[in-house]
């Protein structure tokens, strides 16, 4: 089976750099993915990782260390639209993905 | 619009009463994907399609649901005997075999409402 965990909530400030974590125990895996849900929407995809470091996209990071079970998710330059959901979510693709229960992120002004 | 299609987008019935829901992939994803979803929580797996074929189903998931996708194409959630329990938005998602990451495509669910 896979165990999931995140933080419930966080806040930050518009401009400011935020990192969500996610810790996973999982029997076998090929990719962590990140997705942002705004609140009465779907989610959408944001990064993926398959090999260990860290994977770059804009203003979005997100870091996979597959031996400690361990992703994070990097947020710069804050802007009001990113207060969302932030899903971390494991999965062999094309296969079953199970999600996290997800990150509340608050952007203030 | 080229993205995934849910229907109906609202659904409020009577405990007891029987709900389908109908999923429309994009059209070239060969995987189809059921989630449900409640305030606050993260999408819960509920089963998935590869073409035709249901490949996995949640071990969570009553007998009370039964998920179809005859031709490979559309896909549709029956929910029987409905409970107050079973309120929640329930997710469709797809994605294409042999794709880099086989992200998922949501679709913008199916909200159910049971009183």
């Known amino acids: 089976g896979q165990n999931i965990d995140q933080p419930t909530e966080m806040t930050a400030t518009e401009g400011a750099i935020v990192q969500i974590n996610c810790t996973y125990q999982t029997s076998g895996f090929n990719g962590l993915f990140w997705y942002q849900q705004h609140a009465g929407e779907a989610p959408t995809f944001l990064s993926y990782?398959?090999?260990?470091g860290l994977e770059e996209k804009g203003r979005f990071s997100s870091f996979l260390s597959r031996s400690k079970g361990y992703s994070y998710l990097l947020l710069k330059e804050l802007q009001m639209k990113d207060s969302a959901s932030y899903l971390c979510a494991v999965g062999n693709y094309g296969q079953n993905f199970v999600f996290g229960p997800g990150t509340r992120l608050s952007v203030l002004p | 619009d080229t993205g995934v299609s849910q229907d109906p987008r609202h659904k409020i019935t009577k405990r007891g009463q029987n709900v389908t829901f109908r999923c429309d992939p994009i059209?070239?994803?060969?995987?189809l994907y059921w989630y449900r979803q409640t305030l606050g929580q993260g999408p819960e797996f509920l089963t998935y399609f590869q073409n035709e074929a249901q490949l996995e189903k949640s071990r969570l998931l009553s007998d009370r649901f039964s998920a179809e996708r005859p031709k490979g194409s559309f896909s549709t959630l029956e929910i029987q005997r409905t409970e107050q329990g079973d309120s929640a938005m329930y997710l469709c998602a797809s994605s294409r075999v042999g794709a880099y990451t086989g992200e998922l495509f949501f679709g913008e669910g199916s909200r159910l409402t049971v009183l």
């Open positions: 059209s070239e994803h060969n995987r």
């Open positions: 990782n398959v090999l260990d």
